[in-house]
């Protein structure tokens, strides 16, 4: 049985809320859950667009990882 153990190089995560700091919160979290992997954050991307179906602002992130 051959045991392969394989670093994780790069991974992206996208997140959205309708609230900027439900937002915020779940960024955290992915950095700390991330962290455990021994990765660090390369790069955060974020907007905002508005949902005309709930009629409230929609806050998304792209937070991208790297190994170190």
């Not at 045991?3 to 700091?21: H, N, R, T, W």
């Not at 950095?31 to 602002?57: C, G, W, Y």
């Amino acid at each position: 049985m051959d045991l392969i153990l394989d670093s994780i190089k790069d991974k992206v995560e996208c997140l959205q809320a309708y609230d900027f700091g439900e937002l915020e919160r779940a960024i955290e979290t992915r950095i700390e859950v991330n962290k455990a992997l021994m990765l660090r954050v390369k790069q955060v991307q974020h907007q905002v667009t508005f949902d005309p179906i709930r009629s409230r602002m929609l806050y998304s992130a792209v937070v991208q990882f790297a190994g170190s």
